[in-house]
């Protein structure tokens, strides 16, 4: 199969990243066909939907980024909105981050930019918190989407609806090039049958499975076990990031708690008692009153890390490939900026001198040494 024209582009996984780049560039007129090979895995349909750089206490680079795409999200979910016609969930619930003391509070990296809260503001903001927390910090700039429910679904419609082809259960094995110029990849169909795709330029998007394709780059996956609870409505208002715990409440009531964080556990699938049993315990110790909550899904998936957490953005080592990957706990919050980034770069428009920066920041150079 061929696919020739300069303005067509493949889209290497169908997950949060590759469907928000192959959003951002079918609006600039490019044809993109998007390979993937199991929609269910991507992580996009598995994250809490946190935007969250505050609480999350990211620093330097990584907190300028985080910062920059939560300012582009309102716009940018509003025409995936208007494309789908499917709503987002985007809320500005705000973020609390409570601590067992004063010291750990004044510790915490974005301390300065958050709100200052005692025990009774705590007590106020969250019924029913345990009593071990003493302090915490409010972030009003950060907020949530419901990722899960309909983000996805939304940029998978506005994507159809733009014309964006989908090729499902294609797994893609290699990546072709000539002297280090992109020319296709290498396929297996849905029947188990190898077929080429000639094209002139790709973008790499295939999350924590990214290295089987492109060995220079050292992302590894970080398994994350979550489950939800139902609450009364408006129960918690507020996001609550606890250390290890955090529960996320949409507008129907639904909490989501999450997350393991499991190192060693590779893409091995599937939920473990102790994994549940962690999350259980962590909920216990933040909102007691949850305990007769009843539960409703639970649900695993894997995070794509770096060496230093952070994601690796731009051109590749070869001509006419470039890479969106390794978003590590933060894809949901940098999807649209990974797509502003990736299509100006793509179609040669102008950047801005923060854009540069960032992208150089987050080039995959830094990890030239790595093998
Ligand atoms: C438990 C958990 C909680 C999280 N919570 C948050 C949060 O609150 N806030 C936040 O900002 N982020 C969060 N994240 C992180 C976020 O989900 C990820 O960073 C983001 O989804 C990564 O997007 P991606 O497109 O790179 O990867 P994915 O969404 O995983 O998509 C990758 C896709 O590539 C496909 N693929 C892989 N290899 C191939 C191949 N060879 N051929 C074809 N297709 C292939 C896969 O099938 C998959 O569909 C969380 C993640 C997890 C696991």
Request: net charge positive.
């Amino acid at each position: 199969m061929a696919l020739s024209s300069t303005n067509t582009l493949l889209v290497l996984g169908g997950g949060l990243i590759g469907l928000s780049i192959a959003h951002s560039l079918a609006k600039k007129g490019y044809a993109v066909e998007v390979l993937s090979r199991r929609r269910n895995e991507a992580a996009g349909f598995v994250a809490a939907g946190m935007l969250a750089p505050h609480a999350e206490g990211l620093t330097g680079h990584l907190l300028t980024i985080g910062q920059e795409s939560l300012k582009q999200i309102p716009k940018w979910v509003q025409t995936i909105e208007s494309d789908s016609g499917i709503k987002c969930g985007l809320r500005n619930t705000g973020i609390i981050v409570p601590f067992l003391s004063v010291e750990d509070r004044n510790k915490y990296p974005t301390c300065a930019l958050g709100e200052l809260l005692n025990r009774c503001d705590l007590e106020k903001e969250i019924p029913g918190i345990s009593s071990q927390w003493k302090t915490g910090l409010l972030f009003e700039q950060d907020g949530q989407i419901d990722n899960r429910r309909r983000l996805m679904r939304a940029l998978e419609k506005a994507c159809v609806e733009l014309g964006v082809g989908f090729q499902e259960g294609i797994e893609v094995l290699e990546i072709l090039h000539e002297k280090n110029v992109f020319c296709g990849v290498l396929i297996k169909t849905a029947e188990g049958k190898l077929q080429k795709i000639n094209c002139p330029k790709a973008v790499l998007c295939s999350g924590a499975w990214s290295q089987n394709l492109l060995t220079e780059l050292p992302i590894f996956p970080i398994k994350g076990q979550m489950f939800s609870i139902q609450g009364p409505k408006d129960a918690l208002k507020r996001i609550l990031f606890g250390p290890g715990i955090y529960l996320v409440p949409r507008d129907d009531g639904l909490i989501i708690v999450g997350a393991t964080s499991e190192r060693n556990a590779g893409f091995t699938e599937g939920l473990t008692p102790n994994g549940q049993l962690k999350l259980q315990k962590g909920l216990n110790s933040l909102l007691p009153i949850t305990k007769s909550w009843p539960h409703m899904e639970r649900w695993w998936g894997f995070r794509p890390c770096t060496p230093d957490e952070a994601p690796i953005l731009g051109s590749s080592s070869i001509k006419g490939l470039w890479i969106a990957s390794g978003h590590y706990r933060n894809g949901v919050l940098l999807a649209a900026i990974t797509a502003n980034l990736l299509t100006k770069t793509i179609c040669k428009e102008s950047l801005t001198k923060l854009e540069h920066d960032l992208l150089v920041a987050f080039e995959w150079k830094r990890f030239s040494n790595f093998q």
